[in-house]
């Protein structure tokens, strides 16, 4: 049997009518960019987030940097984030002129540590980038505490991480900005690369509108320095389409996530994230970790199941952030989870025989390694 770590084709098929009956009237319209479905996703996910202000914009990446150019940050900054992330998170903030200051992770989540915020705060600190990682949320209550107490704004990278809740209110809501990817693979993934912002903040909402295109108030008139970040109709198309089915998507990650866990909890060797109670996943990844994480990868492989590695460096082991002068064993949890973290198959359409056939194969390779 062959099993791919992913399979968009199986995850999108059942979407393509609708979706091409929407693009078919973007044609009819030719509202390519901005047009009426961009209004209808960002009016969707004002109603959705119960908020007042959801744009969207080109992309994760965009989503991010928008949102710390909105909040304020400028060259000399720094922003607290986590090394154990995708590189959008840092670059974002190295593209402002700004410092990203890496802190490390706890082992039980993987998420940003808040016990080693506080202590990397100085007066040049303006902001903290948590990350719900593989959409299992931060721990937003203490977050939310360390940045009242110092003044920061917060922006929550939400990239993995849509459907996913704490203390019953969904992610993206939690801080000052919640910056979202439709980036294929993601939850909500669209046919390219796509992102939204959510704010509760007027002024700043405004300057992102602006920003997005050009820095346009309207017409010809710019009224600040922007960038190109404009949503394509076809894009927002489908993803209108696909959120349309969203809760029954999400429910089938947490269901696939649920079984995996219910057939691998008795194998010592393996450690999933540990989910807090004030929390709910939304499981854009299903991640092991293992000590025998390379082995166990290459026996998957040889038995037909793709896996994948997120992330197989944390980001200060990078050459483009050796600048930041940090080093190995500076961050030693994040350090060690790269070293055993395993991301097994987990996406809409994955069938039960090939579950089974995954948890089969991983149960016989530690029988073999006893």
Avoid at 59 to 80: F, R, W, Y
Avoid at 89 to 106: Q, S, W
Avoid at 168 to 189: H, I
């Amino acid at each position: 049997m062959k099993i791919p770590p992913l399979d968009l084709k199986r995850s999108n098929q059942p979407y393509t009518k609708g979706i091409l009956q929407r693009f078919e009237k973007i044609m009819e319209e030719n509202s390519f960019i901005l047009g009426p479905e961009v209004k209808e996703l960002e009016k969707r996910f004002r109603k959705e987030y119960d908020v007042p202000h959801a744009i969207g914009v080109n992309s994760g990446t965009d989503a991010l940097l928008l949102a710390l150019k909105a909040a304020g940050i400028e060259p000399g900054d720094e922003v607290i984030t986590p090394t154990f992330t995708f590189i959008a998170t840092a670059d974002v903030v190295i593209r402002l002129g700004a410092k990203p200051v890496f802190v490390d992770i706890d082992k039980r989540t993987c998420n940003i540590d808040p016990d080693f915020i506080e202590e990397k705060i100085t007066s040049k600190t303006k902001a903290i980038l948590p990350v719900h990682l593989y959409g299992l949320p931060c721990d937003m209550t203490r977050i939310k505490e360390i940045a009242r107490k110092h003044n920061l704004v917060i922006v929550e990278d939400c990239a993995q991480a849509q459907g996913a809740t704490w203390q019953g209110k969904p992610v993206g809501t939690l801080g000052d900005f919640g910056a979202f990817s439709f980036y294929p693979t993601k939850n909500l993934g669209g046919l390219g690369d796509g992102g939204m912002i959510l704010t509760t903040h007027e002024q700043e909402a405004d300057k992102i509108r602006k920003m997005r295109d050009h820095g346009r108030s309207e017409g010809y008139t710019f009224p600040l320095i922007g960038y190109n970040s404009r949503l394509s109709s076809f894009q927002a198309a489908g993803l209108n389409e696909k959120m349309n089915h969203f809760p029954g998507m999400l429910k089938e990650r947490q269901d696939i996530a649920a079984y995996y866990k219910k057939r691998l909890q008795n194998i010592e060797e393996i450690c999933f994230q540990e989910i807090p109670p004030q929390a709910t996943h939304s499981y854009n990844q299903f991640a092991i970790t293992t000590k025998q994480r390379d082995a166990l990868k290459q026996h998957l492989a040889e038995h037909g199941i793709g896996s994948l590695i997120y992330y197989p460096e944390p980001l200060h082991f990078q050459k483009c952030f050796s600048f930041l002068d940090n080093k190995k064993g500076d961050f030693p949890v994040s350090e060690q989870i790269c070293r055993e973290v395993l991301n097994l198959p987990l996406f809409v359409g994955l069938g039960e025989s090939e579950m089974s056939y995954i948890i089969d194969t991983v149960k016989d390779f530690f029988r073999q390694v006893h």
